[in-house]
T-cell receptor, first 112, second 113 residues
Framework: SQQGEEDPQALSIQEGENATMNCSYK?????LQWYRQNSGRGLVHLIL?????REKHSGRLRVTLDTSKKSSSLLITASRAADTASYFC????????????FGSGTQLTVLP | SAVISQKPSRDICQRGTSLTIQCQVD?????MFWYRQQPGQSLTLIAT?????????ESGFVIDKFPISRPNLTFSTLTVSNMSPEDSSIYLC??????????FGSGTQLSVL
């Protein structure tokens, strides 16, 4: 079964609102990464958080990691229509990106 | 960072035919990865392409169905052989950066009729 499961599967919000996506996983990890995919295209790396980190920021993105609960969340603040995409978490067990396991994804729609 | 050119971007193919997808990277990389994304699903690793040796396939994927070439450190191809409608997916190549993240090509959207 997949390492990462995300919820919600789909999220629709108004422009300017915040969007929160959650990811749960099953085994110990070296790091957890978030990627964005625009409609059927390649994935773009957003942010990486290591197992010894609890929170990380990058622009309008905030990622948290709770290793005791084996969960992570991605917060996008002040969302824009251009943020409309699918968001995937990916767990890295070894720290080499050779065996990333992707979650099921959250489809975010930001309405103008 | 790495820039990856993948082609074709999309194709519509007939059942029983084969399609070869090409992936060109702008720098030399040891390993290249091929993923499949079935409609509405997440990514599944097909195989890891190593230069100078045979590709390493994940469980459920076999060389006869998905032969891979890796002639040098900047190029790889994935062939989807004897296609059926169940092979309709997005196929993605990727490489790992020095900072443990993956860079992806733009994907090949394959539809099999």
């Amino acid at each position: 079964s997949q390492q990462g499961e995300e919820d919600p599967q789909a999220l629709s919000i108004q422009e300017g609102e915040n969007a929160t996506m959650n990811c749960s996983y099953k085994t110990s990890i070296n790091n957890l990464q978030w990627y964005r995919q625009n409609s059927g295209r390649g994935l773009v790396h957003l942010i990486l958080i290591r197992s010894n980190e609890r929170e990380k920021h990058s622009g309008r993105l905030r990622v948290t990691l709770d290793t005791s609960k084996k969960s992570s969340s991605l917060l996008i603040t002040a969302s824009r229509a251009a943020d409309t995409a699918s968001y995937f978490c990916a767990t890295d067990l070894s720290g080499s990106a050779r065996q990333l396991t992707f979650g099921s994804g959250t489809q975010l729609t930001v309405l103008p | 960072s790495a820039v990856i050119s993948q082609k074709p971007s999309r194709d519509i193919c007939q059942r029983g035919t084969s399609l070869t997808i090409q992936c060109q990277v702008d720098s030399q990389v040891t390993m290249m990865f091929w993923y499949r994304q079935q409609p509405g699903q997440s990514l599944t690793l097909i195989a890891t392409a190593n230069q100078g040796s045979e590709a390493t396939y994940e469980s459920g994927f076999v060389i006869d169905k998905f032969p891979i070439s890796r002639p040098n450190l900047t190029f790889s191809t994935l062939t989807v052989s004897n296609m059926s409608p169940e092979d309709s997916s997005i196929y993605l190549c990727s490489v790992a950066g020095l900072d443990e993240k993956l860079f992806f090509g733009s994907g090949t959207q394959l539809s099999v009729l």
